[in-house]
C-alpha cells in the first residue's frame, strides 16, 4: 500500500532501524514511524508504549494500525497515513 510514494508522494521505507527498533515502515521526510499491531502485540501493550516513547524521544512520530484495519480498511488506513505525513511536513517546514 505504501509502495511507489503512493501516500500523497512520501516515500515509505520498509523495516527501518532506528536505535534498538525496527520500525515496520517509516517515512524519514517527516519521521513517520507507521507500526501495525498484530495478534502478536496483545498483552505487549506496556512494550509497544515503551518502543512508542524512545521514538518520539528521537523526533519520530508513530502512528498505530491493527493488522484487521490494514487489511479490512485500507483507504481508511491509507487515508489516514495520508493526514499525518502533511500535517507533520508543514510543521517541519
Known amino acids: 500500500m505504501l509502495r511507489n510514494r503512493g501516500v500523497g508522494g512520501f516515500k515509505f521505507r520498509r523495516q527501518v532501524p532506528i536505535g534498538p527498533f525496527v520500525a515496520d515502515f517509516c517515512c524519514l521526510r517527516v519521521k ?8 502478536t502485540h496483545h498483552g505487549r501493550e506496556a512494550a509497544d508504549r515503551k518502543r512508542s516513547g524512545y ?11 491493527k493488522d484487521e484495519d490494514v487489511y479490512g ?3 481508511w488506513v491509507l487515508e489516514k497515513i495520508e493526514e ?3 500535517a507533520l511536513a508543514r510543521q517541519r517546514g
Do not use: M, N, P, Q
Not at 32 to 39: R, W
Open 73 to 75: 480498511r485500507e483507504d
Open 55 to 65: 521514538l518520539w524521544s528521537k523526533g519520530y512520530a508513530v502512528i498505530r494500525f
Open 32 to 39: 513517520l514511524v507507521v507500526e501495525i499491531d498484530g495478534t
Open 84 to 86: 499525518k505525513c502533511k
